[in-house]
């Protein structure tokens, strides 16, 4: 009986995946302290994920114990299933739920923090501002970088503020939302944002 040889099998050419395609509304003199970032796939076959976007800001640095995000949360509608409150589960299932027809992935706003008030209370606000203006409808994760706990200058104290597209109801993922990944999700989101800062400077 023949033996089979490396010879035998050609060699398997690397599927080339489909990665996130970004656009950027940067921060500007108008909103010093607001980004906005549109992610969505051009193409249908073999997409990267979220998963790996996330990674990188989870642990955005190499250290064992300095190069993890300095906290994390995950904001979820009122009716969405209990399991997705858990983020591995909550973002592996959007990745595997995705129609190939959708292309909107996310949205995602950095906000600066103010460098002569202490982290965790903007860290608040901002929660405090996903809740209201994203999360009846999606899910979030908000994400916080410190680069003063690992020695570093860095960018500044600022809070990255994922939001995945679609709508969570008690059944789970509904399709994406284009005007949330729109301009006009962009406009809204700035001015929900200003509104926010005011309402919370007057309670406090």
Same mark, same amino acid.
């Not at 995946?17 to 980004?35: G, I, M, N, W, Y």
């Not at 600022?158 to 006009?184: K, M, P, Q, Y």
């Given at each position: 009986?023949?033996?089979?040889?490396? %010879?035998?099998?050609?060699?398997?050419?690397?599927?080339?995946?489909?990665?996130?395609?970004? #656009?950027?509304?940067?921060?500007?003199?108008?909103h010093p302290? $607001?980004? #906005?970032?549109?992610?969505?796939?051009? +193409?249908?076959? &073999?997409?990267?994920?979220?998963?790996?976007? $996330?990674?990188?800001?989870? =642990? *955005?640095?190499?250290?064992?114990r300095f190069?993890?995000?300095? %906290?994390?949360?995950?904001?979820? *509608?009122?009716?969405?299933?209990?399991? @997705?409150?858990? #983020?591995?589960?909550?973002?592996?299932?959007?990745?595997?739920?995705? *129609?190939?027809?959708?292309?909107?992935?996310?949205?995602? =706003?950095?906000?600066?923090?103010?460098?002569?008030?202490?982290?965790h209370?903007?860290f608040?606000? /901002?929660?405090?501002?996903?809740?209201?203006?994203?999360?009846?409808?999606f899910?979030? =994760?908000?994400?916080?970088?410190?680069?003063?706990?690992?020695g570093?200058?860095?960018?500044? &104290?600022h809070?990255?503020?994922?939001?995945?597209?679609?709508?969570?109801?008690? &059944?789970? $993922?509904? +399709?994406?939302?284009?005007?949330?990944?729109?301009?006009?999700?962009?406009?809204?989101? @700035?001015?929900?944002?200003?509104?926010?800062?005011? &309402?919370?400077?007057?309670? /406090?």
């Amino acid at each position: 009986m023949a033996q089979s040889t490396s %010879k035998d099998f050609a060699p398997c050419a690397d599927i080339a995946q489909t990665k996130l395609s970004v #656009f950027v509304h940067h921060r500007c003199d108008d909103h010093p302290d $607001f980004e #906005f970032s549109r992610h969505w796939y051009k +193409g249908q076959d &073999n997409r990267v994920g979220l998963r790996p976007w $996330f990674d990188k800001k989870l =642990v *955005p640095g190499g250290d064992p114990r300095f190069g993890y995000a300095a %906290k994390y949360d995950v904001l979820v *509608p009122p009716t969405a299933p209990g399991d @997705l409150v858990r #983020f591995g589960t909550l973002v592996d299932r959007f990745d595997d739920t995705l *129609p190939v027809y959708e292309q909107h992935a996310m949205i995602h =706003v950095k906000i600066m923090l103010d460098p002569a008030e202490a982290w965790h209370v903007g860290f608040e606000r /901002v929660r405090s501002y996903a809740r209201s203006h994203f999360a009846h409808r999606f899910a979030v =994760v908000l994400i916080a970088h410190i680069p003063g706990f690992a020695g570093l200058k860095g960018q500044g &104290n600022h809070i990255h503020c994922a939001v995945l597209s679609r709508d969570i109801t008690i &059944n789970g $993922f509904g +399709g994406a939302c284009t005007e949330l990944c729109s301009d006009r999700g962009y406009e809204a989101a @700035l001015a929900a944002w200003e509104e926010h800062k005011m &309402n919370w400077e007057g309670e /406090v």
